[in-house]
């Protein structure tokens, strides 16, 4: 079951601030799924391979799928075909095998690197570091990787009330971001998605300046 009202005010609320709502279906049933495509969303999210083939092929043709989970470079093959936007690229391994699959696939796919602002060790994701070093080895082998483009950053932040804490994470992120828009993708209009933000904050992913929501549990219910 899907929550209409909270669908319709999260959808409004967005399009006010200009961010897209990517809908986390992730362990719902396809029923859920059309339920939210009838009233008009298209963007959607999973973060497992096997469920995502599956729902696609079972699914409206136009829906725009987003992966947003851990992705093993062995599973890219399985979601190269269709894959709308990858968000956790945390590895220059993972993007070279991600634009072999793309480019068989005849297509170009959209990616965004995942940075760790979080504290937790066990979240995935790149420091600042780690992230200029997949930079450098991109832009040095830029010919051949024509058939990845990278759109943005996306992060999660520390699991906690402290707000305050969540507000920095977030602008650790927005601030690399714009330092990125400034220099390595200077006026490459594509670079422009940060995806930050899940039901517990996303009103400070916005307020931090985030485009991009990540939502599952508030429009579907608890997983
Ligand atoms: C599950 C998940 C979400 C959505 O979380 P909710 O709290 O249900 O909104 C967002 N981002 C990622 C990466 C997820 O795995």
Known sequence: MV????????????NAAGATLVAVSKTKPASDIQELYNLGQRHFGENYVQELVTKQEQLPADICWHYIGHLQSNKVKYIAPFVHLIHAVDSY?????INKQAEKNGRVIDVLL?????????????????????LEHYTAQQDAMQHVRICG???MA????????????????????????????FAKPYFAIKSIGMSSDYGLALAAGG??????????GSR
């Open 3 to 14: 929550n209409k009202p909270v669908w319709e005010a999260l959808t409004q609320e967005l």
């Open 93 to 97: 391994k993972l993007l070279v095998e």
């Open 114 to 134: 995942q940075m760790h602002i979080a504290d937790e060790e066990t979240k995935f994701g790149m420091e600042e570091a780690e992230i200029f070093g997949l």
């Open 153 to 155: 950053l996306m992060g």
């Open 158 to 185: 520390s699991n906690t009330d402290d707000e305050a804490k969540i507000c920095s994470e977030f602008a650790r992120l927005c601030n690399f971001f714009t330092h990125l828009a400034e220099t390595t993708f």
């Open 211 to 220: 485009n991009m929501v990540r939502i599952g549990s508030m429009l579907f």
